[in-house]
């Protein structure tokens, strides 16, 4: 958690105060609080005239992360795909790494069965953000 969400997570909270130090973040920061789940207390924080500033950036996160959930539902109704996710995970690691390679990470925890809201968050913000090491936690 940064500083921002350490401070809206405390009993005192000055409204001004954290405006101010919301407005000194990066966007990649923003982006961090959306990822780690804790966006929420920090708009519920801030003075009512200035929630905009982060519920904006908030629902072009959802919708994005809503489009990557899609996308996934798509290629989880695949009949290829549903073959392979019953076979061995080797077969499946190759199907997946060839017609699939930027979904990777994700798509391994489906068929693992441990792909959870935080994950998609964090793909998002990988996608956007991320380096060289996407597919890595």
Request: net charge positive; aromatic share 14%; charged share 35%.
């Amino acid at each position: 958690m940064n500083r921002v969400g350490k401070y809206a997570s405390s009993n005192e909270v000055d409204e001004t105060e954290l405006l101010t130090m919301v407005f000194e973040l990066s966007e990649k920061d923003r982006m961090i609080m959306w990822a780690e789940g804790y966006i929420d207390l920090v708009i519920e924080k801030l003075p009512s005239y200035a929630r905009d500033i982060l519920t904006n950036r908030k629902k072009k996160w959802e919708d994005t992360k809503a489009f990557v959930q899609d996308r996934l539902k798509e290629i989880i109704n695949q009949s290829d795909f549903s073959e392979k996710l019953k076979g061995e995970r080797k077969e499946f690691a190759l199907f997946v790494m060839e017609h699939y390679p930027q979904y990777q990470l994700l798509l391994f925890l489906v068929y693992d069965g441990n792909l959870k809201e935080k994950d998609l968050r964090k793909f998002v913000y990988r996608r956007r953000f991320g380096s060289g090491k996407r597919y890595l936690h």
